[in-house]
């Protein structure tokens, strides 16, 4: 495809999908969320995104299709009783299921998976005991303040509110509950904290929390679901939840099916807690509702996950009401062969093995277009250089780096899952700077990351023009020696020279990580319509709930969407038994 026929397509299938999402909102389906006719799906047959299709009244039909009617299973033919039913056994359902049958109440949770999920590492949370020990826990006014400004207030503060109010309790829960397991320990990545006399850097809020597992075969996949067994918990695995029974606003059942095809009612006398993810393996939901997400991510990206939209669309089938900003977790993580775009991706170094994610490309390393040219601030939340490459050529760019990458990357004191070294207090961190140059080493000899004596050198093994790229490192190398970033004022401590060779380079593009848009809900999780009237018997916790992330994941908040997730599945239970803190 030459270069314009590519921009070309690029520039209909933008323009039509937005026309898309338009006809989406004329249907009343952002607000209200009533039910959508039903049609064929434009997802091509191997489930990749197709950027091709033009035309918005094709492209309004597909964005319509991807909520469709509510099904139809027939008469269940079994009925099960329980207390309480949890449906999804992921991060959220896990720590709901063992919060129920710590306090008593017989527990069913279904999955439609084989086997529970795990529990996420870097909980987010404020004022835990181990933070209270360091006599360090970010400040709760500054918290709700940067929280609501990566959203554009574009939320709902009291769920945020809700976190910060409660996050701690879930934090010391977790931190017991490993101790008296026996299983590990929990440690809080501080030795820092959040500042806000430089005006050209972004505050790093100290909210981290990570386990640390005595046997590394046995982590929260593992020993949770034992634990859940052992307290008497039922899972029902394979087992696919489908739609809600409801009289008007309240929740009556829950439908399921199970690997059979056996419909069956699931009846909670207490509650019930939806914890099903967002849809970030729905590809007819990204396509209808996040056209520049798929933009700038690799073209072989597929739907063929489990994180669908099932809890969503059930909920926006009842009435409920749907978040109308569109955003996803993107992290700067996924690399290309020298020659491939995000349109032409089809596999690399995150994709499709995400295992093999380039955690390191978050660095403040410095970051060019393909015309060689710096074009942003790379001391950023993850998100910002995605969605700066949308004004780029195809999206991407290319991550640089020289022989003392490893000092470099310790001089940047990055905080969350792109820490390479331990924090200031002990705590270890995700990355690991001890095996990262056999990493890149075996990178290198997969054709990923390029290395050359020369800038000009890199630049033609990355296929961007080498002049141009050489003036660029002169004139960033110019500003580091400087100590200040005339260009776009990056903080000194981060703007260090790349003079030593081998200079390194990889194409780089977004990786996808979850959806952040959801569900109405109010402070008690009950899901509601656009009105604001709840539907009662029904609580979301995780990435089915929405009105709290929009339009930037703030991920120097370390593992807030986690330690949300952990908050909303304690205070859930609370709340179907009527107890606060």
């Avoid at 299973?73 to 896990?94: N, R």
């Avoid at 996803?328 to 093999?356: A, H, I, Q, S």
């Amino acid at each position: 495809m030459g270069k314009m026929e590519h921009e070309l397509t690029r520039r209909s299938f933008l323009q039509g999908a937005v026309a898309g999402t338009a006809g989406i909102a004329a249907l009343g389906v952002l607000g209200s969320c009533s039910p959508s006719g039903g049609g064929s799906s434009s997802a091509s047959d191997d489930g990749s995104h197709d950027v091709t299709q033009t035309g918005s009244s094709a492209n309004a039909a597909s964005a319509a299709d991807w909520l469709g009617a509510e099904p139809d299973v027939g008469e269940p033919e079994e009925t099960v009783e329980t207390d309480v039913l949890i449906i999804g056994a992921g991060s959220g359902g896990m720590v709901a299921t063992m919060t129920c049958l710590e306090k008593g109440l017989k527990t069913i949770t279904i999955e439609k998976t084989g086997a529970a999920g795990m529990v996420r590492d870097d909980v987010g949370g404020i004022g835990s005991k181990l933070q209270r020990a360091e006599n360090n826990s970010p400040d709760p006014a500054a918290c709700l303040h940067y929280i609501t400004m990566y959203a554009a207030n574009d939320m709902d503060q009291r769920l945020v509110k809700l976190w910060l109010d409660e996050s701690y309790e879930a934090i010391d829960w977790y931190a017991d509950l490993l101790e008296r397991r026996n299983v590990g320990h929990l440690l809080f990545e501080g030795g820092y904290s959040a500042t806000f006399d430089d005006p050209g850097a972004y505050p790093k809020f100290q909210s981290g929390h990570s386990p640390v597992w005595d046997d590394p075969e046995r982590t929260s996949k593992v020993v949770w679901p034992e634990y859940v067994e052992e307290l008497g918990g039922e899972f029902r695995f394979e087992t696919a939840f489908v739609k809600f029974e409801h009289d008007d606003h309240a929740v009556t059942a829950a439908l399921a099916q199970d690997a059979d095809g056996k419909v069956i009612r699931f009846k909670a006398t207490k509650g019930i807690i939806l914890a099903t993810g967002g849809y970030q393996h729905n590809i007819d939901m990204l396509r209808a509702l996040q056209p520049q997400t798929l933009a700038s991510m690799p073209a072989g990206y597929t739907s063929a996950g489990l994180t669908a939209g099932d809890g969503i669309k059930a909920c926006l089938w009842m009435g409920a009401a749907f978040d109308e900003t569109h955003a996803c977790m993107v992290f700067d993580r996924t690399g290309m062969y020298p020659n491939e775009t995000p349109l032409t991706c089809t596999e690399g170094l995150g994709w499709p093995e995400l295992k093999k994610q380039v955690r390191f490309g978050s660095q403040a390393w410095l970051k060019v277009n393909l015309n060689g040219e710096r074009f942003a601030n790379e001391s950023a939340p993850y998100d910002y250089i995605v969605h700066a490459a949308a004004y780029q050529p195809e999206h991407c760019w290319c991550t640089i780096w020289d022989a003392n990458y490893l000092e470099h990357m310790k001089q940047f004191e990055t905080v969350g899952c792109a820490r390479h070294y331990p924090y200031p207090n002990g705590a270890p961190s995700d990355g690991k700077y001890e095996t990262l140059p056999d990493t890149i080493a075996e990178w290198e000899q997969a054709g990923f990351v390029q290395s050359a004596d020369t800038p000009e050198e890199l630049a033609t093994k990355l296929n961007i023009p080498p002049e141009t790229f050489a003036q660029t490192v002169a004139r960033y190398n110019e500003l580091a020696a400087k100590g200040h970033d005339d260009d776009f004022y990056k903080e000194p401590y981060r703007l260090i020279a790349l003079d030593q060779p081998p200079y390194y380079g990889l194409r780089t593009c977004s990786r996808l990580l979850c959806t952040l848009d959801g569900v109405h809900v109010n402070t008690d999780l009950n899901p509601v319509d656009a009105q604001g009237v709840p539907f009662t018997g029904l609580h979301l916790v995780g990435d089915v709930s929405g009105g709290f992330f929009a339009h930037s994941y703030p991920n120097l908040f370390t593992g807030l969407a986690s330690g949300r997730t952990m908050t909303y599945a304690r205070h859930a239970v609370r709340t179907i038994l009527g107890e606060s803190l």
